[in-house]
């Protein structure tokens, strides 16, 4: 069985490399007992490097990637240089990416299969804006499509997907998280929507993970009903205590389906 997968998204946080370097030696010493799961730490860019010295049972991650390989492209970060910093995964297509910094699916496209050139691992985020109903919105499939257009069944082995549901992400008002029943049907239909791109026994590889307002109470529900695959956190990651709490629970309740 694989190993269940948490991954903290500092997103522009903490304020300084000091306060940086203090969360990750936490995170770090908090977590070395959870055999069950693998930790992804991504810290911003200019953190990368210590925060990396510091981690030896985390992974580094990054929280985005360019979406061009090398170049004259001001204030970009290639997947070869995330890549010399050992850097394994990369988040990818974050719904404040996409909110506030107008990228859009092609630029999410070209940043997957940059990061998989690299083999770096995309932590491909795809999620609704709005939910009426019960019914995943097709906007889910569309963005996943789109995002894995022209990735062979090989390579699509190395992604992983995070559910998050933009009106669920802490930051956004009014936030809320979803429920691991609706999360469970939103993981069916991404499986589902995986299966029709390639076939059933490459679309099994993808792990799918839940992100929006998780914490140390409710992640054990989208791990047991939810039948998570693990959890893309942000709020609750930028506090150690919180942080270390869910990688327990998850270490408890890893489950695949
Ligand atoms: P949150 O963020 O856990 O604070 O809701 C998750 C994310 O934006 O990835």
Same mark, same amino acid.
């Given at each position: 069985?694989?190993?269940?997968?948490?991954?903290?998204?500092?997103?522009?946080?903490?304020?300084?490399?000091? #306060?940086?370097?203090?969360?990750?030696?936490?995170? #770090?010493?908090?977590?070395?007992?959870?055999?069950?799961?693998?930790?992804?730490?991504?810290?911003?860019?200019?953190?990368?490097?210590?925060?990396?010295?510091?981690?030896?049972?985390?992974?580094?991650?990054?929280?985005?990637?360019?979406? &061009?390989?090398?170049?004259?492209?001001?204030?970009?970060?290639? /997947?070869?240089?995330?890549?010399?910093?050992?850097?394994?995964?990369?988040?990818?297509?974050?719904? #404040?990416?996409?909110?506030?910094?107008? #990228?859009?699916?092609?630029?999410?496209?070209?940043?997957?299969?940059?990061?998989?050139?690299?083999?770096?691992?995309? %932590?491909?985020?795809?999620?609704?804006?709005?939910?009426?109903?019960?019914?995943?919105?097709?906007?889910?499939?569309?963005?996943?499509?789109?995002?894995?257009?022209?990735? +062979?069944?090989?390579?699509?082995?190395?992604?992983? %997907?995070?559910?998050?549901?933009?009106?669920?992400? +802490?930051?956004?008002?009014?936030?809320?998280?979803?429920?691991?029943?609706?999360?469970?049907?939103?993981? $069916?239909?991404?499986?589902? $929507?995986?299966?029709?791109?390639?076939?059933?026994?490459?679309?099994?590889?993808?792990?799918?993970?839940?992100?929006?307002?998780?914490?140390?109470?409710?992640?054990?529900? &989208?791990?047991?009903?939810?039948?998570?695959?693990?959890?893309?956190?942000?709020?609750?990651?930028?506090?150690?205590?919180?942080?270390?709490?869910?990688?327990?629970? %998850?270490?408890? /309740?890893?489950?695949?389906?």
């Amino acid at each position: 069985m694989a190993k269940s997968l948490v991954v903290a998204n500092w997103k522009m946080n903490p304020a300084s490399i000091k #306060e940086a370097v203090l969360l990750a030696r936490k995170v #770090e010493s908090g977590t070395l007992r959870q055999g069950n799961v693998e930790i992804v730490v991504a810290p911003p860019f200019p953190f990368l490097i210590q925060v990396g010295s510091i981690l030896k049972r985390a992974r580094l991650g990054a929280q985005d990637i360019s979406g &061009f390989a090398g170049g004259l492209y001001t204030g970009e970060v290639s /997947g070869r240089q995330l890549r010399s910093l050992k850097v394994s995964h990369a988040i990818i297509g974050h719904s #404040e990416r996409k909110i506030h910094l107008g #990228e859009t699916d092609v630029m999410i496209n070209r940043k997957v299969r940059l990061a998989l050139k690299q083999g770096i691992k995309p %932590v491909l985020c795809v999620g609704e804006r709005e939910r009426q109903g019960r019914d995943i919105p097709a906007v889910v499939g569309e963005q996943l499509r789109n995002a894995l257009g022209g990735i +062979s069944p090989q390579s699509v082995k190395k992604v992983i %997907v995070a559910y998050e549901p933009v009106w669920a992400i +802490s930051t956004m008002p009014g936030a809320k998280p979803d429920t691991p029943d609706s999360a469970f049907r939103a993981k $069916v239909y991404i499986r589902r $929507v995986l299966t029709q791109i390639y076939k059933r026994t490459i679309a099994e590889r993808v792990p799918i993970i839940y992100g929006g307002s998780v914490n140390s109470k409710n992640i054990g529900g &989208f791990m047991s009903e939810g039948k998570m695959e693990g959890a893309l956190v942000g709020g609750a990651s930028l506090n150690p205590r919180e942080f270390i709490k869910i990688v327990a629970e %998850v270490n408890r /309740g890893r489950s695949r389906s």
